[in-house]
């Protein structure tokens, strides 16, 4: 056999699993370290995770390693959606079960949801909407497609776990992608579960030519290319200020035109700590109506003072922006002077907290929901600390910098209460 996947294959099995799909799998596809009996497959569109659904089902009829662990499988349950997502997706779509067998073919008999292998194994085909269908029937396997969209996900899924009760070693594979539904939280968080996820972008060879061209530059860096590329699992956090629905509408991707206003701001790291925690550095404008528009996160991270002040004066010049708005908490007069080394022409409106960070970030996101913001642009670390951002701050604990850099460039732009209104120039 050719390939990686035939390393350490017992010799017997050689030459029935010659030419099979194991030494063209991805690792993705095809893990080299051992899973749990419960596998979770995440991933994007066209990622291959129907391939690697019927690929896995053939595999355990036939005793291939390594998901058949030296064992044969011949009860299966194939669990969609609905039934009519069973048969054209996982049975006879282009990446289903009929479609991919090679040698052996087995044979569908429709009207009893069946599919039968010349060795005398079986899969049965299961409906999501009818869970008590899956009480009485036992199995020793089970592969589930799209568990994410399974309108009674927790009762069909609980139904199955009891039929799970065949063989030495019963396995389930569940593909999906992946939606922040109760049952996908729990089996991401369940250390006995193996999760795996898989971007669209690994599975180009495959794809029609221009596809992933087409969507990265539709939905590229948005919350649902995220998950419907990427293969991500995007939850909003219950107590944060911002949702992903307040920036996740039609993007235009080029800076607007003839603004009123363009400002850079800046929240520099505390100098003690300037090793872990970022530079906060966004840049926004107004229009004429009054609304303002968020147009580039330029966050550096781990920098020295002139590194990121150099940093800030140049999306100064590029965006031809009126000054830039730096917080002093952390450095004083320090902050100003630093970026008069790299460029002392620059205006620089210094501004100090006098509130905590929740306080100062709430009018700023109430613009938000009124609709008085919007995003020029895709900036999906910005995106996720505003989700992320509590009243405790973020959950991780690190310092919410962007946030900070944000809420005191609009704050500037839409509020007018920025502390110390004079502009400074230091040249």
């Known amino acids: ?44 569109r066209g990622a291959g995770k129907t391939r690697l ?62 599919i039968i292998w010349d060795n005398g194994a079986v899969a049965q085909l299961f409906s999501a909407e009818d869970p008590d269908g899956l009480r009485g029937p036992q199995f020793d396997a089970a592969w589930c497609d799209e568990l994410a ?27 999906t992608t992946p939606r922040p539904t109760p049952l996908v939280r729990r089996l991401m968080n369940d250390p006995q579960v193996t999760v795996t996820r898989m971007r ?32 991500e699992l995007i939850e909003d956090r219950p107590d944060a200020l911002w949702t992903r629905a307040m920036f996740d509408g039609e993007v235009q991707e080029t800076a607007p035109e003839g603004l009123a206003r363009i400002v850079v701001a800046v929240d520099p790291p505390a100098a003690a700590r300037r ?24 966050t550096v991270k781990a920098v020295t003072p002139r590194e990121w002040a ?44 006098t509130r905590g960070k929740w306080l100062r970030a709430e009018p700023v996101a109430a613009l938000y929901e009124q609709g008085r913001v919007r995003h020029a642009g895709r900036f999906p670390e910005l995106e996720d600390e505003m989700c992320d951002f509590g009243l405790d701050g973020l959950s991780g604990g690190h310092s919410p910098d962007r946030v900070d850099a944000l809420v005191w460039a609009l704050t500037e732009l839409m509020l007018g209460r920025v502390r110390e209104p004079r502009i400074r120039n230091l040249g």
């Not at 064992?71 to 997502?85: F, K, M, P, S």
């Not at 599975?203 to 998950?227: D, I, P, S, V």
């Not at 970022?278 to 528009?293: F, K, M, N, R």
């Not at 999306?315 to 002392?344: K, P, S, W």
């Open 53 to 114: 659904g019927a690929e896995w089902v053939n595999a355990l009829v036939r005793g291939f390693p390594p998901f058949a662990r030296g064992n044969r499988y011949g009860r299966i349950a194939l669990v969609g959606e609905t039934l009519i997502d069973a048969r054209e997706v996982m049975v006879e779509g282009p990446s289903g079960i009929l479609s991919i067998v090679r040698r052996h073919r087995p044979r569908f008999e429709p009207s009893r949801r069946r």
């Open 200 to 231: 669209t972008a690994e599975n180009q060879k495959n794809l029609a030519a221009g596809f992933l061209r087409a969507m990265e530059r539709r939905y590229g860096g948005t919350r649902l290319g995220r998950q419907e590329l990427d293969g």
């Open 275 to 298: 090793t872990s925690d970022a530079c906060g550095i966004v840049v926004a404008g107004t229009e004429a109506g009054g609304s303002g528009v968020v147009l580039h996160d330029g």
């Open 1 to 44: 056999m050719r390939g990686w996947a035939g390393a350490n294959l017992p010799h017997r099995l050689a030459p029935s699993i010659d030419e099979e799909w194991l030494g063209r799998a991805r690792l993705s596809q095809y893990p080299l370290l051992p899973i749990f009996d419960t596998w979770l497959v995440t991933g994007g």
């Open 149 to 175: 969209k399974w309108r009674n996900a927790d009762l069909a899924f609980d139904m199955l776990q009891f039929g799970l009760r065949l063989g030495a070693l019963p396995l389930q594979l569940l593909t």
């Open 310 to 353: 150099t940093a800030a004066v140049a999306l100064y010049h590029r965006f031809g922006a009126d000054c830039l708005v730096a917080e002093v908490n952390q450095g004083g007069d320090m902050v100003a002077a630093v970026i008069a080394t790299v460029d002392a022409t620059v205006p620089v409106k210094p501004v100090r907290a």
